[in-house]
């Protein structure tokens, strides 16, 4: 099954980014607790975790909390299965369900940072 515009536009901004591919292929075949990554990834939790979120917002990866031997709780990150394959006839189909958003531009005044009156 074809994932729809808007998923395939979240798969895609998910992975255009280096970090973000070092963390799948570091997840590849394994399971990792969140300050492992972070040490392999070479960088902060905080900005791990921003990139995690992007991750499975797209459903690429999943995360599961464990308790160690001492009561603490552990996140561990692992990939879910996916493969993407994309082609002209793939990206047509995926277009036809497309939610684009309309924004209306403003005039703003320069002086003022407000919305002209004229141009509402």
């Known amino acids: 099954m074809l994932p729809s515009?808007?998923?395939?536009l979240k798969v895609l901004e998910a992975i255009a980014n280096p970090y973000r591919l070092k963390i799948i292929a570091l997840l590849h075949g394994r399971s990792i607790h969140v300050s492992q990554l972070a040490r392999e990834v070479m960088i902060s939790r905080p900005l791990l975790?921003?990139?995690?979120k992007k991750l499975e917002s797209a459903g690429l990866v999943t995360s599961i909390m464990e308790l160690s031997d001492n009561g603490k709780a552990m996140r561990f990150y692992e990939l879910t299965s996916f493969s993407l394959q994309i082609s002209p006839e793939s990206i047509a189909e995926a277009v036809?369900?497309?939610t684009l958003k309309k924004?209306?531009?403003?005039?703003?005044d320069p002086d003022t940072k407000?919305?002209?009156?004229?141009?509402k």
Request: aromatic residues 4%; glycine residues 4%.
């Open 5 to 8: 515009g808007n998923d395939l």
């Open 49 to 52: 975790y921003m990139h995690l």
């Open 96 to 98: 036809k369900t497309l």
């Open 103 to 108: 924004t209306v531009p403003t005039v703003l």
């Open 114 to 119: 407000k919305e002209k009156e004229d141009d």
